[in-house]
């Protein structure tokens, strides 16, 4: 998941599909283009801490990575093909907005339509990455159920 949205005070949200999962933290990058587009990036070492939660699929239920940071809410879509990419990332966003701003669709897709950005996050690997993201500045006026 090389995307410069990974960083510092980020919350990452990951699906997990078998009991007993390993988590991993691959390569640092200093610097990264969006789209990733060479295969790598300005490469560097690591020195973090973090912490893992972990949230019921009764709580949470995603299909894709999503990411949380004190800007955006992102989601994340990763396919061969840039448009089931997109697709992906764009359908992970407005669940969220339903689940957690309980939006019918159609609210939830006219919030979308009015500020959804996209972000090509890696096209280097066999799967391409697409973000969806939306300013948490333009849901302040919504209440957030947990």
């Known amino acids: 998941m090389d995307f410069e949205g990974v960083a510092q ?5 990951l699906p997990v599909f ?6 991993y933290i691959g390569d640092g990058h200093a ?7 060479a295969g790598n990036a300005l490469e ?19 299909n894709y990575p999503r990411i949380e940071d004190s800007t955006y809410l992102m989601a994340t879509g990763f396919d061969k093909s840039l448009d089931d990419a ?11 907005l339903q689940k957690d701003y309980r939006l019918s669709i159609h609210e939830a897709t006219q919030v979308m ?5 996209y972000t090509i996050a890696e096209v280097a690997d066999p799967d391409v990455g697409v973000v969806a993201k939306i300013k ?9 159920y947990d």
């Open 9 to 13: 005070h980020a919350t990452i949200y």
């Open 18 to 23: 078998h009991d007993g999962a390993y988590f």
């Open 31 to 37: 610097l990264q283009g969006h789209g990733e587009i």
């Open 44 to 62: 560097t070492s690591l020195n973090v801490e973090f912490t893992v939660q972990v949230i019921k699929k009764e709580t949470l239920s995603i």
């Open 86 to 96: 997109l697709k992906i990332a764009t359908n992970g966003l407005l669940e969220w």
């Open 113 to 117: 339509s009015t500020s959804i950005e």
């Open 136 to 144: 948490k500045e333009g849901l302040k006026n919504l209440k957030k």
